[in-house]
């Protein structure tokens, strides 16, 4: 949605006016869901929490499957030869250091220390 990232507070979103307070969107006034503000990484984290599975589960669960129901996975969702090369890398905890979308870095963490 839209909202993510936002900070808390009411903000114009299309037609609507969207609540975000904590981990939540609301229709402003209301206590009608607007949508879902959590990260990709916060989905697979708790994916992974919940259901028990593998680290390796929960991130084909946010690729590999996706792609394999869009009938794109022979472009996405794996990085097979040929593929359009879109990844990130992880540290062991599932949280993103950098984003990469055709092999270029798209979205470095800014961190006082280097990955290397």
Same mark, same amino acid.
């Not at 206590?31 to 990260?39: E, K, R, V, Y």
């Not at 599975?53 to 996706?66: D, F, K, N, Q, R």
């Given at each position: 949605?839209?909202?993510?990232?936002?900070?808390? &507070?009411?903000?114009?979103?299309?037609? @609507?006016?969207? /609540? =975000?307070?904590?981990?939540?969107?609301? *229709?402003?006034?209301? !206590?009608?869901?607007?949508?879902?503000?959590?990260?990709?990484?916060?989905?697979?984290?708790?994916?992974?929490?919940?259901?028990?599975?593998?680290?390796?589960?929960?991130?084909? &669960?946010?690729?590999?499957?996706?792609? @394999?129901?869009? /009938? =794109?996975?022979?472009?996405?969702?794996? *990085?097979?030869?040929? !593929?359009?090369?879109?990844?990130?890398?992880?540290?062991?905890?599932?949280?993103?250091?950098?984003?990469?979308?055709?092999?270029?870095?798209?979205?470095?963490?800014?961190?006082?220390?280097?990955?290397?």
């Amino acid at each position: 949605m839209a909202a993510m990232g936002l900070s808390p &507070g009411c903000h114009n979103l299309g037609s @609507q006016v969207v /609540e =975000i307070n904590g981990n939540s969107a609301h *229709l402003a006034g209301t !206590t009608t869901l607007a949508g879902s503000i959590a990260t990709m990484q916060k989905c697979v984290k708790h994916f992974k929490l919940a259901s028990g599975c593998s680290t390796v589960e929960a991130l084909e &669960g946010a690729s590999l499957h996706p792609a @394999q129901l869009l /009938e =794109i996975e022979q472009r996405k969702g794996t *990085l097979d030869y040929n !593929t359009d090369a879109d990844f990130v890398f992880l540290d062991d905890d599932l949280n993103v250091h950098a984003t990469y979308i055709a092999g270029e870095l798209v979205w470095p963490r800014q961190t006082s220390h280097s990955m290397a």
